[in-house]
């Protein structure tokens, strides 16, 4: 998160790289996993630096409020981290918000599609996990018949090194 040096990548020339806080993030989380996806999200940004506005499904706020009470009692500075709650409208707050530089959602197609469009023609980051796949990429030098079978049973297993669900990209 300090950002990285590399001296003499050729003649007198070094690379920099300073990795510096955006402002305000915001999260959109699903109803069916109340804490994990949240933990996915505001952490991250507050550690680089950003504040945090967290959505919680309508559904189940109750553990993103739980998280919010923990790093008050912590220490956290108040404003920090912010919950709205709310559906469309609080969605729509957080796509349009200029104050609000970018979006994590996790969740439905219909929904990612949505927040991803709306979001970037306002000018955000987003990032949209969508339809509850594990992705993957197949390289175009990758043995093709032994792939896809593997990165199912992965998932099948619980095998964390292989890929379920594979979704191919083409890379040229």
Not at 41 to 50: D, K, L, R, T, Y
Not at 54 to 81: F, H, I, W, Y
Request: glycine share 10%; hydrophobic share 35%.
């Amino acid at each position: 998160m300090l950002g990285e040096t590399l001296p003499s990548i050729t003649k007198d020339m070094d690379t920099y790289t300073y990795r510096l806080p955006i402002g305000v993030c915001a999260g959109i989380a699903p109803f069916n996993f109340p804490a994990m996806i949240h933990l996915w999200m505001f952490p991250m940004g507050m550690v680089c630096g950003n504040t945090y506005l967290m959505k919680p499904s309508e559904r189940v706020p109750g553990c993103t409020m739980l998280l919010a009470k923990l790093l008050q009692d912590a220490g956290m500075p108040v404003g920090n981290l912010n919950i709205i709650h709310g559906q469309h409208a609080a969605v729509n707050l957080i796509c349009d918000h200029p104050a609000i530089k970018a979006i994590s959602f996790v969740g439905s197609n219909q929904a990612g599609e949505y927040i991803y469009e709306r979001g970037s023609k306002n000018g955000k980051r987003v990032q949209s996990n969508i339809g509850a796949k594990t992705h993957g990429v197949v390289m175009p030098d990758a043995n093709k018949e032994n792939t896809e079978p593997a990165s199912g049973r992965g998932l099948q297993r619980s095998r964390t090194a292989l890929y379920g669900s594979l979704n191919r990209h083409s890379l040229t």
